[in-house]
């Protein structure tokens, strides 16, 4: 928090209409996160109180009249309030208030100030309620002397002192909605599908993940990156596929990409191979899949800049044999970025229950289907087929995320999957003499 002065206010008052007066106030003052100053009085309201109020703040109309009126004790609020940061759970009801007793008295009275109450709106967006009651059991604060100005007043400094630490990202532990966080707790810490689901039921988002847990909190956490879910979402359920990849196909066959450009390789003059971008079309193949036209450009660019040649980057004219049948190896290599590393594989991963296990196997260079087991691997790789529960025909989609999704394996640490080719499974299996 930096050096400037807050003075923390809270207001009693007559009511909630317009013709409301004052009759409590109490101002904490802080600077460089110390309380400085505390100042609180009743004051006369110079007419009757509604009952309802007495009870409600425990102050009595004999309490009232013997306190000081408004007038009396307005240069010793002036005086505390100058110069600082009015802060107040709803500025709207105590600031105004105060300015309307000012000028009363022919005052003006200009204040920059600092609303709990909407500031809490706009970092903890989803809250049911944001009244100074369900902001500080959220916080776990306690009030003392509720409904008394110096009581509310020592809530709303402790509140604002907790969304400052909101605001500057200085907070110590991860926030979230009370009825997110009951929900949380039922989400388990294995690879799955998302589904996050608005008061009606809809699904307003879905999420494959490694670790349904880990991705749910990462996105339901009280951040301003947060927001719009945040205020949308009010029921979280998790589907475990047990392997990550099983459940990013779901995510992918629920919405579908667009595709309409890909990349493919093109044999021009003298034998030389290049890459060109082409408009998709069901039927043809190519190495890369795009939704628009710039991806594609993007990626073009970043593939031709690594078959440029030193030997010839330079230099007009045609090029040698040798610098083509280089070219031509390095189209090759970079070609299998956009290619299965075999063309029949199986990939084993975690299964949804213990003892079970996920396989996805690609057939021809692509993806035929998934599906469990608790079967040994060796029996797996010998009739992936039969263990399959769900079957594609050459989906594009799928394939991509698939490929993507092993070069992504390759570079993991931790791995709870891994990949064979059946013909490297078949040439052990010649070998062992099975």
Request: with cysteine; hydrophobic share 40%.
């Amino acid at each position: 928090m930096n050096s400037r002065r807050y003075v923390i206010c809270d207001i009693e008052a007559t009511g909630l209409d317009e013709d409301k007066d004052l009759i409590e106030i109490a101002l904490i003052t802080l600077q460089d996160d110390k309380v400085i100053d505390v100042y609180e009085t009743l004051i006369n309201p110079l007419r009757s109180v509604p009952e309802f109020i007495q009870n409600l703040t425990s102050i009595s109309s004999r309490e009232l009249l013997a306190a000081p009126k408004f007038y009396e004790v307005a240069d010793a609020i002036r005086m505390r309030l100058e110069g600082g940061v009015f802060v107040s759970h709803n500025t709207d009801f105590d600031l105004n208030l105060l300015k309307k007793k000012y000028h009363e008295m022919g005052q003006d009275l200009k204040l920059k100030d600092f609303c709990t109450l909407k500031i809490a709106q706009d970092e903890i967006p989803g809250l049911k309620n944001y009244n100074l009651d369900a902001l500080c059991s959220f916080f776990g604060i306690k009030i003392k002397e509720r409904h008394r100005a110096i009581g509310d007043a020592r809530a709303t400094l402790e509140l604002f002192k907790e969304l400052q630490d909101l605001r500057f990202k200085v907070y110590p532990q991860s926030r979230f909605l009370p009825h997110h966080e009951k929900v949380l707790t039922r989400i388990p810490a294995r690879p799955g599908l998302i589904r996050f689901k608005n008061n009606q039921g809809k699904v307003i988002r879905l999420e494959a993940a490694f670790n349904c847990e880990e991705r749910a909190k990462a996105l339901l956490e009280i951040k301003r990156e947060n927001r719009e879910l945040l205020s949308q979402t009010e029921l979280i359920e998790a589907q475990v596929t047990g392997s990550a990849l099983i459940a990013e196909i779901k995510k992918m066959l629920i919405g579908p990409p667009r595709l309409d450009w890909m990349i493919t390789v093109q044999e021009i003059k003298r034998g030389e191979k290049t890459f060109r971008i082409m408009p998709y079309k069901k039927g043809l193949s190519g190495l890369w899949y795009f939704s628009n036209y710039r991806e594609a450009k993007r990626k073009l660019i970043h593939l031709n800049k690594q078959l440029l040649q030193d030997t010839y980057a330079y230099r007009e004219g045609e090029k040698s044999k040798e610098e083509i049948v280089r070219c031509n190896q390095k189209v090759e290599i970079l070609s299998k970025e956009g290619k299965f590393p075999a063309d029949n594989l199986v990939i084993i991963g975690e299964g949804r229950v213990m003892g079970e296990k996920s396989l996805i196997l690609v057939r021809n260079g692509h993806v035929l289907g998934y599906g469990y087991s608790s079967a040994d691997d060796k029996d797996i790789f010998l009739s992936p087929e039969s263990y399959l529960v769900q079957r594609f025909n050459k989906h594009i989609g799928v394939n991509l995320i698939t490929i993507n999704y092993l070069r992504v394996l390759k570079n993991l640490r931790n791995k709870t999957e891994y990949w064979r080719s059946l013909s490297e499974h078949a040439s052990m299996r010649q070998i062992h003499g099975e």
